[in-house]
């Protein structure tokens, strides 16, 4: 499911932007596709000219919305969570096998399908408009996200899949893919990260079968919204799917991380699920969110095709599980090749119990920028997807230390911390020089600041 993150105009960077040689290994493009089939990924992604992106075999004209990187496009097609025994796989696999086992239809089979090779390219009509997100709603700005022109983009999130998948006649599954979103720098946020989404829908019978004396409850009413249900629900429908909802996902969190664990349901608000939460669980005595869930908006089901049903998503990062039950300390090292990283999970099954053992720990480099903001226009995250398009994974954090406004001109002042840190090695002090006078030098030159270097 989506949350709300950040995003703007990068596809300018004279030495990073695209160019007529980038060249990307990406994934054809299919609507549904099963998980125990291979999809080769050999398809390559390329700008035939200056005014136009081919990726995954498809050909998408550049406009004032394009602002997907060179950097960006190179992770198309990774598809870190079909690599066996990635810990992204492992993670990916450990859900799949409890849905499989756990959640079976009338003829004994699984009542989950799972979706793990569906094209990242989706249009805006899938990424928003589907999920009923309105159109000035803060999560649609270039900001946050990478765009291919204005009716193209890459994912924002997995749910750019519910209405396809409901309106071909799916009433449970699990849609599972990378996905692209612009943000901050730290050891926790990655431009590219992997997402699974959950949808199961119920019919007036599925739901009330086991109450007893369900007969005469009813899943629809005309009445009101409120902070408890959608106009359209009963209090009975909600409460129940409230209920199967929190129950499947209390099971599968201590399923993955142990009995004992401790689950606390956050309120908050998504655009196309209400009412909706965020899961927080306490592992090793720290609460931390691990996914976001509720009741589908019944105007989405409805469009898609589902009128007589009732139903509930969620959606929930890949890293952030890994993270937290194997003790990666670092995003970046998703997308490590070194095999002493990739070495540590491989196991005889995918519950084998994993404790990541830290690679040498390589000293950090630090160095500062700071420099004039040049208009209302300029936005954080050009600067943070800037910085990560030269300098890439050797960027393990960056921070805003300072903000200051002149008394007299009025002008903004930013001051920034950069933290260069190679994961498999040490850096020298001149290759990150050079690094960071590229980036002094982008700066002024893309986002139009006045350097204070």
Not at 2 to 23: D, E, G, H, I
Not at 231 to 255: D, G, I, S, Y
């Amino acid at each position: 499911m989506a949350m709300l993150w950040k995003f703007m105009r990068v596809a300018k960077y004279s030495k990073t932007a695209l160019s007529p040689k980038v060249k990307v290994r990406g994934i054809p493009t299919h609507s549904r596709h099963s998980s125990s089939k291979s999809v080769p990924s050999d398809s390559t992604a390329s700008a035939p000219c200056s005014n136009t992106v081919e990726l995954l075999g498809k050909s998408y004209p550049q406009d004032d919305y394009s602002n997907v990187t060179e950097k960006i496009l190179s992770k198309v097609g990774k598809n870190l969570h079909n690599r066996k025994h990635h810990p992204l796989w492992l993670i990916k696999e450990q859900v799949k096998e409890h849905f499989y086992k756990h959640y079976l239809g009338r003829r004994g089979t699984p009542l989950f399908s799972v979706y793990d090779r569906l094209s990242p390219v989706v249009t805006v009509q899938q990424n928003f408009d589907s999920l009923l997100i309105p159109q000035n709603h803060a999560s649609r700005r270039k900001e946050d996200n990478y765009y291919l022109n204005r009716d193209h983009m890459l994912r924002a999130h997995t749910s750019a899949h519910q209405w396809d998948l409901i309106h071909s006649g799916l009433d449970a599954f699990l849609a599972v893919g990378d996905v692209y979103r612009r943000d901050t720098i730290d050891n926790t946020h990655y431009p590219v990260f992997h997402q699974m989404e959950g949808v199961r829908l119920f019919s007036c019978h599925e739901l009330f079968s086991s109450i007893k004396d369900g007969e005469g409850l009813q899943l629809f009413e005309q009445g009101h919204r409120t902070a408890h249900k959608q106009e359209c629900h009963t209090m009975e429908a909600v409460r129940l799917v409230e209920f199967n909802l929190k129950q499947v996902l209390t099971k599968l969190m201590t399923h993955i991380f142990g009995d004992g664990l401790q689950v606390r349901w956050v309120d908050c608000y998504f655009p196309f699920t209400h009412p909706s939460f965020e899961m927080e669980i306490n592992f090793q005595g720290e609460w931390m969110e691990v996914l976001g869930c509720g009741v589908m908006e019944q105007q989405l089901v409805n469009s898609a095709g589902a009128q007589d049903k009732i139903g509930w998503a969620f959606g929930l990062g890949l890293e952030r599980l890994a993270m937290i039950l194997y003790d990666i300390p670092d995003i970046r090292l998703f997308w490590s090749e070194d095999e002493r990283f990739l070495k540590q999970f491989i196991g005889p099954h995918i519950w084998q119990k994993i404790k990541f053992q830290p690679l040498s720990r390589y000293p950090p480099l630090i160095n500062d920028i700071s420099f004039w903001l040049p208009s209302e226009t300029y936005s954080q995250n050009d600067f943070y997807d800037l910085v990560r398009t030269i300098g890439g994974d050797l960027i393990e954090k960056v921070v805003l230390l300072d903000e200051f406004a002149h008394p007299k001109t009025k002008k903004v002042s930013h001051c920034y911390r950069i933290i260069y840190r190679h994961p498999e090695r040490t850096l020298t002090q001149d290759e990150v020089h050079r690094i960071h006078q590229a980036i002094e030098e982008s700066a002024v030159r893309e986002l139009g600041v006045e350097g204070r270097f």
